[in-house]
């Protein structure tokens, strides 16, 4: 008996130390190597010691990283990556849990899964953990997250991470990434150079930023994009630049080269530069141009070697004052279809979009619902929501539209929350031929009513004249066509687009219309209707 006790106590005892003392001894190691780490150089991770054994029998492997503090690292590479990787990281508090949910939704849909690690995550992995997927991972992963976000802040999260981030075959940390690519310190990168770099991030031993794929090319343009939308840190001796920004004291910048020239998609125009410089640039109709001033600039060659091009007639220059010069790009095309402008270290690129197919069929159609989730926008005199009611639109435009073949990309497809910036996010990527974005009024006033349609630049106007002309003949009011506006879907110039106020909830007939079923399928076969008379008159 006393054997038998004497075992039992002896089991008791482990029970208690593997339930206890192994799960305490792991907790305390973990948050004293938490509160290290916030105050010395991260000295090696998991991963370094992973990629050492696969590469064991590589002799040219080794690792390369230079740690840096975040002031040395600078704003232009720290900016470039949270757009790239988490651009909600000032905001958040480790985890991104909209970002989550419309992953999880998106799967639910049948597409593929997505990541949706923070910075805060992907540090805490990095740090103190192998990247091997399973649940025992994840769920220690969270709680790393948790105890960085809480111990160490954002600054210092965003420092380690830059530090320590797999950026190529055996480089780890932007510094030696910058160093390995551009032969020069992170902190005197140009955005064009800081973006590239973060645009490798998804696969750093497959891409390299000296040589970017037309997936990076695009990541960069969202960059570019997303960056003067995020939240700044003040964490810098001055605020971050943009892409666009001038350098200082500049006074002799000059061109030396050009060349025009189309490729799969696109014409280029690119423009070998001195330094980087301000640049702003707008659309003229009649005819179609696209014009970029250029300030603090001479022109030093009267060379341009143009090429086939698809999209583009003509591209020439002004040298319009002593340090002006404006870019004048003529379009074939009678409608514009979009252009994108971004810096290749000092190469100033204008990259003009070639014409779709004029025709539904094959056409990728974006739509946009308004608001959504806790942004119910407007709500009529029966309770009726205006998120609710623009996302019945859309599905039904979204029918519709597939079955006369088009490509239909929506930025949400139920009730979420999903803000103008990952909304952006998500245009850039899908890249569309024509955005739609559709909406409803209201006006403190009940007697207005009537469908408006919306524009910023006047060459995507045709498209939103287009659709309203067509709406107007279900009988309604014409609230007119609006150029100029200030709506931060209508801000892209990569494709056309345009913002729908189908009717005015604030309205008692209005809304009355809009609660009929017959009436909203008349409403969306006409959208459709102004989408082909638009593509037929683009012809």
């Known amino acids: 008996m006393s054997n038998t006790k004497s075992i039992k106590s002896i089991l008791k005892r482990c029970v208690y130390i593997l339930l206890v003392y192994i799960p305490l001894f792991c ?40 740690w840096k503090p975040l002031h040395e690292i600078g704003p232009q590479v720290a900016m470039a990556v949270m757009a790239s990787e988490d651009i909600r990281f000032i905001i958040h508090r480790g985890f991104d849990w909209k970002s989550i949910r419309q992953a999880r939704l998106e799967h639910a849909a049948g597409k593929e899964l997505r990541g949706a690690s923070t910075i805060t995550q992907q540090t805490a992995k990095n740090v103190f953990l192998l990247p091997h997927r399973s649940w025992v991972r994840k769920g220690l992963e969270a709680c790393f997250t948790v105890g960085i976000e809480w111990l160490w802040g954002k600054k210092r999260i965003l420092e380690v991470y830059l530090n320590v981030v797999e950026m190529g075959p055996g480089i780890f940390g932007v510094e030696a990434a910058a160093q390995r690519y551009y032969q020069k310190p992170a902190k005197e990168l140009t955005a064009r150079e800081a973006m590239l770099l973060a645009s490798c991030l998804p696969a750093p031993r497959q891409r390299n930023p000296l040589h970017p794929t ?40 000059s061109v030396s080269s050009w060349v025009v020239y189309g490729s799969d998609g696109y014409d280029y125009v690119k423009i070998n530069l001195s330094d980087t410089v301000s640049y702003k640039s707008f659309q003229e109709i009649n005819p179609n141009r696209i014009i970029v001033n250029i300030h603090g600039i001479t022109n030093q060659t009267t060379w341009i070697h143009q090429f086939p091009t698809q999209a583009i007639s003509n591209a020439y220059y002004l040298q319009t004052a002593d340090d002006a010069l404006r870019i004048i790009i003529d379009l074939k095309s009678k409608y514009h279809w979009g252009h994108s402008i971004y810096y290749e270290g000092n190469r100033l690129v204008i990259r003009v979009k070639h014409p779709p197919k004029l025709r539904l069929k094959g056409l990728r159609i974006a739509l946009d619902a308004g608001h959504g989730g806790e942004a119910s926008g ?10 609710d009611l623009n996302l019945e639109l859309v599905m039904l435009l979204k029918s519709r539209l597939e ?31 024509i955005l739609v974005s559709v909406h409803n009024n209201a006006s403190v006033n009940p007697a207005i009513r009537g469908t408006g349609t919306y524009y910023r630049h006047i ?53 009355a219309k809009l609660l009929n079923k017959r009436f909203k399928k008349r409403l969306v076969n006409k959208i459709v209707k102004g989408i082909e008379d638009f593509l037929k008159d683009a012809g």
């Open 27 to 66: 907790l305390l190691t973990s948050l004293v190597a938490i509160i290290v780490l916030k105050f010395v150089p991260v000295p090696y991770t998991p991963l370094m010691a992973l990629r050492s054994i696969e590469y064991r029998k590589d002799t040219d492997y080794h690792i390369r990283r230079e």
């Open 214 to 253: 037309p997936e990076m090319e695009e990541r960069v343009v969202m960059m570019e994009r997303i960056v003067g939308l995020l939240p700044a840190p003040l964490w810098f001796d001055a605020e971050p630049k943009q892409v666009v920004s001038p350098t200082s004291g500049q006074q002799d910048v």
């Open 378 to 387: 407007a709500i009529g005199a029966t309770g009726l929501k205006e998120k």
């Open 403 to 433: 079955k006369r073949g088009a490509k239909v990309i929506l930025t949400r497809s139920d009730d979420s929350d999903v803000s103008m910036e990952q909304r952006l996010q998500y245009l850039s990527w899908q890249a569309p031929d």
């Open 459 to 511: 060459g995507f106007r045709p498209l939103s004249t287009a659709i309203l002309d067509r709406i107007l003949e279900l009988g309604v009011q014409n609230a007119g066509n609006v150029g100029s506006f200030d709506f931060a879907l209508n801000g892209p110039t990569e494709y056309p687009n345009v913002l729908i106020e189908g009717l005015f909830l604030s309205n008692p007939q209005d809304e």
